[in-house]
């Protein structure tokens, strides 16, 4: 489908008040899309639904003060990666803390714990619980994830992980 085309759907859709999915069914707003794809996707419960919340390419852009980038991953390499967070943190408990939409964009502040089953920034397993805090700003177009903005409490982390990896 041409650019043309696509961009003429979605103002017509647009305009019309109400975006529709292809089956005609009424698509979920942005709030309900991210808050879906938490407790689906995001959680561990069933990664391999991902490409029902996420466009075929989707922009992660990593605020990292020292290492600004961006990771482009397909709806498949998202469920691989919550396959690689679950071998790292087990079976983990995802809590959203803050949810704020405001058109096409929905923050999402959460807390997730878990236990230190495999490596994580080098350090090796310690079986010991271990909370990460982050947030995200989210993009929706044509009812899909479709870009986001994540921050985490990485000095959070490593403290926790250095503090356990010195009490093994």
Known sequence: MSTTIVL????????AGSATTP???PSPTPEQLVRGFFEVVRSGRDPERAAEFLAPQVAAHQMNAEDERVVVRSPAEYGVHVHE??????PFALEITELIAQGDRVYVRWRQRGTHLGEIEGYPATGKPLVEIGSAVYRVAAGRIVEYWIQLDREGL?????RNDNAR
């Open 85 to 90: 967070m679950q071998a790292a943190y087990g």
């Open 23 to 25: 089956r005609g069914a």
């Open 158 to 162: 490593r403290q926790q992980l250095q």
């Open 8 to 15: 003429a759907r979605l103002a017509a859709l647009t305009l």
